[in-house]
């Protein structure tokens, strides 16, 4: 018995030095000092020794036992400490990604433009988001029972027209023939509400960018030539454009800006309604009635105006086929761009 003891007194020796985690230290206990652990087996077969040799081996085993608690306590406080100082760190786990913000598509589209506007000589001018009916519609040549001013097109915050979300960037142009002298070459971005439905094609709230250049003798072959310009820069010189005449209260003449179908290039698809061309702006000469409101003389200036959905374009720059998913906030939609 007492051979034993000094072999399991060796063994535990030889395996405390090799403890270095609470992992090791569990076995160690498991294997030693449970109740069916090799420490406590001896004590069980100490009832077998002989009756003059009991004092001298429990006193043996007891200063083992004493030892390897000692031992095994200490270690635990050890390891405890280290583990508050020094956290478990697992070097094979991948590193943690660095989440990125950045700019909104429909913002890129803004900046972009803005930018080649800029370098074409625009300057910058914003205006307020809640209108009155006179900026939105009157003084844009708008007839008193024109559709536009319906309930259905407009989100009114006081009735009579006197204040409501506007529907267009075009009351800031008013602002801005109002407040400066002629020459005048700006553009106006900014957020515009209608009372729509939602839909891939169509929101209730979204961006435009008005243009707008009041010169002597501005020319339509000047507005043409300057959107022709912008939207080279804007898409690349292989891409299409046709004009359309069109109407507005406000421009005379009135054009309409296509460009071919970014997703089936012409052929005809779900986007362009089969038409395989996408309406990308309004625009036209503005109407003397507006240069006239607007304290400009309609005999000694003429000017050109045009506006920009922006989350249109932003479709056409990005390929994505519906509106929607520009504020739906997905970071797996946002991201790619
Ligand atoms: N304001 C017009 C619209 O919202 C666009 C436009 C602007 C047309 C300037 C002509 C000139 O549809």
Redesign the pocket.
């Known amino acids: 018995m007492i051979n034993e003891i000094n072999s399991l007194r060796a063994e535990i020796a030889v395996k405390l030095p090799g403890i270095k985690t609470s992992n090791d230290l569990e076995n160690f206990r498991l294997e030693y000092l449970v109740k069916k652990g090799k420490l406590t087996g001896l004590f069980d077969r100490l009832k077998d020794v002989s009756k003059e040799d009991k004092p001298v081996v429990g006193k043996e085993l007891n200063l083992l036992r004493q030892f390897t608690e000692t031992e095994f306590n200490s270690l635990k406080d050890k390891l405890e400490d280290s583990a508050e100082s020094v956290p478990d760190i697992d070097l094979t786990l991948p590193g943690r990604r660095n989440f990125t913000g950045s700019k909104h598509p429909v913002l890129q589209t803004i900046q972009g433009m803005v930018d080649i506007f800029q370098s074409m000589g625009f300057t910058v001018a914003e205006g307020p988001d809640i209108e009155d009916g006179y900026h939105n519609f009157d003084a844009l040549n708008f007839p008193p029972d024109h559709p536009a001013r319906d309930m259905q097109d407009t989100f009114f915050i006081k009735s009579d027209s006197e204040l409501l979300l506007r529907t267009?960037t075009?009351p800031v142009q008013i602002r801005v023939m109002k407040s400066q002298k002629p020459p005048i070459r700006c553009i106006m971005p900014g957020r515009v509400y209608r009372n729509e439905s939602i839909n891939a094609r169509s929101l209730a709230e979204f961006h435009?960018i008005?243009g707008l250049y009041i010169n002597k003798k501005v020319t339509f072959a000047e507005l043409k030539g300057t959107l022709m310009t912008f939207a080279k820069k804007m898409y690349g010189d292989d891409s299409k454009f046709r004009f359309r005449p069109s109407f507005?209260p406000?421009?005379e003449p009135?054009a309409e800006l296509d460009m071919s179908c970014f997703l089936c290039k012409g052929k005809g698809c779900r986007i362009c309604k089969q038409s395989g061309w996408l309406e990308i702006l309004?625009?036209?000469m503005v109407h003397p009635n507006v240069l006239s409101e607007c304290g400009i003389d309609p005999d000694e200036y003429s000017g050109y105006?045009?506006?920009f959905g922006i989350e249109r374009v932003t479709l056409l720059r990005t390929g994505m086929d519906d509106i929607r998913l520009l504020y739906e906030n997905d970071i797996r939609v946002l991201e790619q761009f």
């Open positions: 267009h075009s435009q008005e507005f406000f421009t009135s309004g625009c036209g105006a045009f506006g």
